[in-house]
């Protein structure tokens, strides 16, 4: 069994790590240190750890055989030795994630410092299951060609974030309801062992931005904030202490279900007045295709008439779900993200700190409004990060304190 970072045991094998298997708690403590870091000298490595110097000596001597960190050119300070930076290797680990969309998935492959090497796109109408394993398939195919043989090995698993209870969200009938019911009683791990010996890591694709964000976004200072994501449907995650908290069914900071009111005082909830969905349907009443939404390289400009008033009410929405947020936890700071150009997550962002600013604010303390820094791919990339993370990267809020 593989513990995901959500926090559910999924079946699958660890054929694809090959560096001894799942490293030690010391070993994890120091790549942790050096992914939080990027480079980091020996000393400042034993001062940030707490580990003698010679542990840590022997365990960079072990890190570097098995090719999963680096030493960069020494660095000459005014007095004494000049120091070796150490950092990661990104052609240490690598691993594959799946994102699951409303209307595309998208795959990639993410090396050990998280960077996208290669990724692919696909669309569709509605993401049925026969369509979304021959996508992982044939594209996991492609990605495996283009890591240079002797480190395919190098490959540690394949990351699948999906919204949570998938099959409960579409308008089909008949036949293709049923079909597309029938996410409800997938295992995904048997689906992928048809043609993959990879360990599978399930988790709500909300969750997989929120940890994106926290593992390669430029926030790191936040140790609580909350994190919206905006794709077809709003989702969101929470992060405390400096670690996503996902909750005992792995479904924490659902926030997209939090209520809010129609323009009658009807009971609605986020994800029905804070949703990209709502932008399509704008455009398909407009007479506009849609489907411009969803296209790579993104470019919204031409959308600008029909953007500028779903951008007003998003806001509106987000600035009352962040006051709601904070009266529970008091956060730091809110972050937004999005499956949208940087353009409009930054007008979005700052329209979202001029409406909370009007807001009924007794009780709570207005939290930071800021931007994500990782963008529409950030699912695909927490995706992606969740083989690694569990099997090479410590959980910094267990117990542990990394200066």
Request: charged share 20%.
């Amino acid at each position: 069994m593989v513990q995901g970072m959500d926090g559910h045991s999924i079946k699958g094998q660890s054929a694809g790590v090959n560096q001894r298997g799942i490293r030690d708690h010391n070993e994890r403590l120091i790549l942790t240190v050096l992914q939080r870091y990027r480079a980091v000298p020996a000393a400042d490595l034993a001062r940030r750890t707490g580990l003698s110097k010679p542990t840590v000596s022997t365990i960079l001597k072990n890190l570097e055989a098995d090719g999963l960190i680096r030493r960069k050119d020494p660095v000459r300070g005014n007095i004494g030795k000049p120091s070796i930076p150490i950092e990661l290797n990104p052609d240490g680990v690598f691993s594959i994630g799946l994102k699951v969309g409303r209307k595309s998935a998208n795959l990639l492959l993410l090396d050990f410092v998280g960077q996208v090497r290669e990724q692919l796109h696909t669309t569709y109408d509605y993401p049925m299951p026969d369509a979304v394993f021959g996508f992982l398939k044939g594209g996991l195919e492609l990605l495996l060609k283009t890591i240079p043989s002797n480190l395919r090995k190098r490959v540690c698993g394949i990351g699948i974030g999906t919204p949570f209870e998938l099959w409960k969200w579409h308008n089909l009938v008949g036949r293709a309801a049923e079909k597309f019911h029938s996410w409800k009683d997938i295992d995904f791990a048997n689906e992928v062992s048809a043609f993959s010996d990879l360990p599978v890591f399930v988790l709500n694709d909300a969750t997989a931005a929120c940890h994106a964000e926290q593992l390669y976004g430029r926030v790191k200072e936040y140790h609580d904030y909350a994190y919206f994501f905006i794709g077809s449907f709003i989702g969101g995650g929470v992060v405390l202490n400096g670690t996503v908290f996902e909750g005992n069914q792995g479904n924490a900071g659902a926030l997209g279900s939090m209520r809010s009111s129609g323009s009658l005082g009807e009971t609605q909830q986020l994800v029905d007045v804070a949703s990209i969905h709502l932008l399509e349907a704008r455009l398909a009443e407009a007479g506009c295709d849609p489907s411009v939404l969803w296209q790579q390289p993104q470019d919204w400009r031409g959308l600008a008439r029909h953007i500028e008033p779903w951008i007003g009410q998003t806001a509106q929405e987000l600035s009352k779900a962040s006051l709601s947020i904070c009266s529970v936890i008091d956060f730091e700071a809110i972050l937004i993200d999005g499956a949208f150009p940087s353009e409009v997550r930054k007008e979005l962002v700052e329209r979202t700190k001029r409406y909370i600013k009007n807001q009924d604010k007794r009780g709570v303390i207005e939290p930071l409004i800021e931007a994500g820094s990782v963008g529409h791919n950030a699912r695909g990339i927490g995706a992606a990060s969740s083989p690694v993370f569990s099997q090479y990267f410590l959980n910094t809020n267990a117990g542990l304190s990394v200066i």
